[in-house]
């Protein structure tokens, strides 16, 4: 299946390639033994309901949703779930049409997507439901310099072409001692809807209120660069463009062996580990009191906690809190148990971080109340 690499957390990395693992996501794999853990899970789950389910959205998610397939699969054998990472704007709309059974998305509904997916759900709320966080990397492509230390308004101005080549002063500043070559900088976005847009342009903002002025939202509003669709596309760009600097999910970047970029939000450079994501993860609390588990993503992105690395998205799966059919509901729920159970384990290993246990208590609270239709 390929080489083990060691990625920048010290771990082996790579023996499933990422368009292996997308491969295993869109062709299923319910059935599936190679857990990427090395450990059977152990989890009881309800094994009833449908064999096959479908869910559509987020790339960001899909080499973990991969690995929560092959859970449910040994838990419950013959279970499949078919997910098509097509990015988190067309799997909400897709799953407003009715079209899968739940969507992956890093960002929440729209206000106008509310009541049109209340619709689809027979007059009932649809639910977000975090099952993973992933921390975005600002990969780079800038020969002879392999540390490398940006900060939210230096890389607002960047996103915004205000800041054009890489000897800029306020890059200099924060790189003291590093050779930075007098060279344009090629600033790569997604250019399909995506969540990953949303989540690195809500961080600017948060982080760099003063600086970022194009407000956020799933497509790019940076006004420069170059655009490049789905995450691995964003890392095919930077790879192949010279000055090129972009925003992807880490797994992508480590995959590719492109370097990524330090962040510094006054407290001093931190390095991308999971033990940094992990402590801005901990800051973030959730929007509401019921059952609906939106993050209020402010508190998490504007941290200046020291050894706290900020960019972080929550990926959500968005399901209909009641509307299913009972063998739709029931099968919906027993894959996202396994998810949130036994499921979280084999994350890090992918460039993921799992979910804190307190976010996982009440996670499967949500599950355990999602209803159907009798």
Known sequence: MGQVKFDGFGRAFGSVSVAAVAALVLAGCGSDDNVPTGAAPTGAADCGGKTNITAEGSTAQQNAVAMFNQVWGQLCPGKNMSYNPTGSGAGREQFIAGQVDFAGSDSPLSESQV????QRCDGHPAWHLPLVFGPVALAYNLDGVDDLVLNADVLARIFQGQITNWNDPAIAALNEGVALPDAPITPIYRSDSSGTTDNFQKYLAA??????????????????????????????????????IGYVEVGFAQQAGVPYAKLDSGAGAVELTDESAGKAIDAARFAGDGQDLVLDLNSLYGTREPGAYPLVLATYEIVCSNGYDPDTATAVKSFLTAAADDGQSGLSAAGYVPLPERFKERLLGSIDAIGSNP
Do not use: C, I, L
Request: net charge negative.
């Open 207 to 244: 982080a760099a209120p003063e600086s970022w002025t194009r407000g956020d939202g799933s497509e790019f509003q940076g006004g420069a660069g170059e655009g490049a669709q789905k995450s691995a596309g964003v890392v095919q760009a930077v790879q192949a463009t010279p000055g090129a």
């Open 115 to 118: 009541p049109q997916a209340a």
